[in-house]
């Protein structure tokens, strides 16, 4: 075989284990996304409030990293070969699904509620646009698992209006704040169920692993073009993460890609060399 067509084939054969390669890399969403700290009056240093009345720092996690630390998302199920009838996220963090134990409310003298600051519900959108998250998944609670199309929601500035006491996140992406959704309230449609479930995990890294499962079904004949994505990690958006992320070949069809390019270039030499040969015969007859 010539040395040129070996050349193109070993290229191509790595080019397609490389990106297979990278289809694996740990957390296709990195938590990149800064968030602002708020309560006016009151100052974020990274440690905990003070008497200053400077509030300025955008931080990663707003107060305790071991509870409001949002790793990173894996997401599976825009290559169709890996789930073909669904859409998996999986979001590591450190927030328990049952929420800060600390923030319990009393009730009477003796009787407390269960903790009201609880994980947030997750925002995305499929067409592209992250200016608007058309689809909502509520997390938690007794609506767990529903998607909403067009979900109503309140921010963390709308849960925290009357806890002037406390730091939270307000707003995400310090080159345009915005205010951060949490908690879906309703929505134009109740579009269906999926499956939301808390993974307790073991060693250093995220306390927990939620598996969250769509069926693509409910999107009907909408493609996912590009998939934009928001969570919280809790009502106090105290840890935001977006990202966005597109459908891929999938290894196989790359490898399939490879083979019909080394195919290709086969299939060009031998037609030039029949030309060539041809060229060699009408030369020798003249």
């Not at 959108?125 to 007794?142: C, F, L, P, Q, R």
């Not at 109503?152 to 500035?157: I, Q, R």
């Not at 993460?241 to 490898?255: D, N, Y």
């Amino acid at each position: 075989m010539n040395k040129k067509i070996i050349a193109i084939s070993v290229l191509t054969v790595f080019m397609c284990v490389f990106l297979w390669a990278q289809t694996g890399t740990p957390y296709m969403i990195e938590d990149k996304t800064l968030v602002k700290a708020y309560k006016e009056g009151l100052e974020y240093n990274e440690i905990g409030p003070s008497s200053e009345t400077d509030y300025k720092a955008w931080v990663d996690v707003v107060g305790d990293e071991t509870l409001y630390d949002t790793y990173g998302i894996d997401i599976y199920g825009i290559d169709t070969e890996i789930i073909s009838d669904s859409l998996h996220f999986d979001i590591y963090t450190n927030f328990p699904e049952l929420g800060d134990p600390d923030t319990k409310e009393k009730v009477g003298f003796y009787e407390y509620t269960d903790p009201w600051l609880t994980p947030a519900d997750l925002f995305f959108s499929i067409d592209g646009n992250d200016s608007v998250y058309e689809y909502g998944m509520a997390m938690t609670k007794d609506n767990q698992g529903s998607l909403y199309f067009k979900p109503t929601y309140e921010t963390s500035c709308d849960v925290f209006a009357s806890h002037t006491n406390w730091i939270y996140g307000g707003r995400y992406d310090h080159l345009v704040p915005k205010d951060v959704p949490v908690l879906i309230t309703g929505g134009d449609t109740i579009l269906g169920k999926g499956a939301v479930h808390w993974v307790g995990l073991v060693g250093a890294g995220p306390t927990y692993r939620i598996g969250v499962d769509i069926p693509l079904s409910l999107f009907g004949d909408d493609e996912i073009v590009v998939l934009d994505l928001l969570y919280g990690t809790a009502i106090c958006a105290n840890d935001v993460i977006t990202g966005s992320a597109q459908p891929v070949p999938e290894p196989a069809t790359m490898l399939l890609f490879g083979t019909g390019l080394i195919g290709l270039v086969g299939m060009g030499r031998k037609r030039f060399l029949a030309a060539d040969k041809r060229r060699h015969a009408q030369i020798k007859r003249k």
